[in-house]
């Protein structure tokens, strides 16, 4: 797909300096810009490179001055960083707007889909299910009985969503993921076996939510595992039965979140975190990587280490921590000195 300068100065709202008609099909760095390539200037280490890329147009800041002619054709905008992500949306968006419906696929004739639809090779739809406009959902995903799934949503391949499930609108959900799959319950009979507990819930994901590749979320035992307006969860997460994670909150990869837990809105959860299960995290948390959160967090709160501590004290506990070895041999000779008076 091919676009002109001119095309893409009309979309920022931006003013050409060179060839209107000079095309691009592709995007890159500048410094390893192409012929044929659109390419990005904003930060001011890589102004040299502005000079000698190969790449075809250069979105540029309306402030940048030349310090000596270029072969490139220039976009001038008010802020370069932000016009070419804005640029980036609306190439991902035109490069996905697929529709129709790809055979072999299978849709429940009790199925309801809505208009500009797009149905992947493979993919299945079962029974009551009901899809909004313009929802893409890519090869071989599987949509379970009684799924809704809500207005501008994008399902990627290999998406696997069990029955009952309510997805709201403008979702991602990445390749690989897996919505509601039963949660981790199970009892031991007067054996020691374990029996699994029926899991009858669901999950709801609200409004706005990104679920990374190969993340997992789990129904509820009973009521719902939610996932809150503007979520958004990284890759490899798991959610457990009955969680629910509140407004624009966002989780880090290989994060794991116990069952019943409550985490609030706007916290920031980084990569590995072990979350435990039935306490409650306030709103506005900050938990660093790596941490194990054991118990429950108020308001505000930034913590760090297992069992997590509160990032002051962990950093004051720390610098004892990396001493304990001289501490330790201070404390021996203490104790050799002191042994020595005793005898004396």
Known sequence: MKFKAQQIADILEGEVVGNPDEEVSKLSKIEEGEKGSLTFLSNPKYNSFLYTTNASVAIV????????????TLIKVDDAYKSFSKLLEFYNEVKNNKTGREQPSFISESSKIGKDEYIGAFAYIGENVKIGNNVKIYPNAYIGDNTTIDDNTVIFAGVKIYS??????NCKIHSGAIIGADGFGFAPDENGEYKAIPQIGNVIIEDNVDIGAAS???????????IRKGVKLDNQIQIAHNVEVGRNTVIASQTGVSGSTKI??????????????????GNNVKVLGQTGVTKSLKDNEMVYGTPALNSREFNRSYVYFKNLPKIASKINQLEKELKTQIKE
């Open 216 to 226: 997992t979320i789990d129904r509820a035992t009973l009521g719902s595992t939610i």
């Open 264 to 281: 609030g809105e706007n916290c920031m959860i980084g990569g590995q975190v072990g979350v435990a299960g039935h306490i409650k995290i």
């Open 61 to 72: 800041n309306k402030s940048f001055v030349l310090e000596k002619e270029v072969k490139t």
């Open 164 to 169: 009952d499930t309510q997805i709201g609108k």
